[in-house]
């Protein structure tokens, strides 16, 4: 079974950064698209970026310009380097890889104002 453990995430202000973390196990990651996920109170889970198994990414128009993902096929690890938080940020961050579905447990992200 794949597992996926997503950490990094915390309390911080709004302008501040944080990167987060996946580490995927269980899964041919070389291969495997992988997708950074949110999810705020009362919203559905959103898709923020993905990162094909080249290193090509793209971003919604939210994070566009401020988050950037990343890969380690090395490693199977993949990271969200989150610049320029806003409080709207706010939400549990969700690594999913684009072929199997599986999620971790997420990890919370909170921006105060």
């Known amino acids: 079974q794949v597992q996926l453990v997503e950490s990094g995430g915390g309390l911080v202000q709004s302008g501040g950064s944080l990167r987060l973390s996946c580490q995927a196990s269980r899964i041919y990651f070389p291969s495997e698209p992988m997708q950074w996920y949110r999810q705020a109170p009362g919203k559905e889970r959103e898709l923020i970026a993905s990162?094909?198994?080249?290193?090509?990414?793209t971003y919604s128009d939210a994070v566009k310009g401020r988050f950037t993902i990343s890969r380690d096929n090395a490693k199977n690890v993949v990271w969200l380097q989150m610049n320029g938080l806003k409080p709207e940020d706010t939400a549990i961050y969700y690594c999913?890889?684009?072929?199997?579905?599986?999620w971790g447990q997420g990890t919370q992200v909170t921006v105060s104002s």
């Open positions: 990162i094909t198994g080249n290193g090509a990414a």
């Open positions: 999913h890889p684009q072929y199997n579905d599986y």
